[in-house]
């Protein structure tokens, strides 16, 4: 079992940035990509970006390419989601997901373990 912890939420102005944290524990051996998610009030969940366990390889949602930015921490068990140009429909719970696979594949959905979520507020 992966336990995945997410930080750096908040409450903050269109066209700030914001980063956010996930750190992963448990049973963490083995090779996992990790990605973020979002969910908006009444909206399904939506991909936003994923690293492969490599970091080589990242995938993003078409309405964050060019303004969010996916990154593995030196510890390998660390992800970050920097987020710049934040507009309110940007405003969404934000999740860290993992899933096992190979060293190099950024998933977009198919994740085994999710995070508790944090929460992201833009005001316009």
């Known amino acids: 079992q992966v336990q995945l912890v997410e930080s750096g939420g908040g409450l903050v102005q269109a066209g700030d940035s914001l980063r956010l944290s996930c750190a992963a524990s448990?049973?963490?051996?083995?090779?996992?990509?990790m990605g973020w998610f979002r969910q908006a009030p009444g909206k399904e969940r939506q991909f936003v970006a994923a690293?492969?366990?490599?970091?080589?390889?990242?995938n993003y949602g078409d309405s964050v390419k060019g303004r969010f930015t996916i990154s593995r921490g030196n510890a390998e068990n660390t992800v970050y989601l920097q987020m710049n140009s934040l507009n309110a429909e940007d405003t969404a719970v934000y999740y860290c997901a993992a899933q096992y696979t190979n060293y190099y594949i950024a998933p977009v959905q198919g994740y085994d373990y999710w995070g508790q979520g944090t929460q992201v507020t833009v005001s316009s």
């Open positions: 448990g049973r963490t051996g083995g090779t996992y990509a």
């Open positions: 690293i492969s366990w490599s970091g080589r390889n990242t």
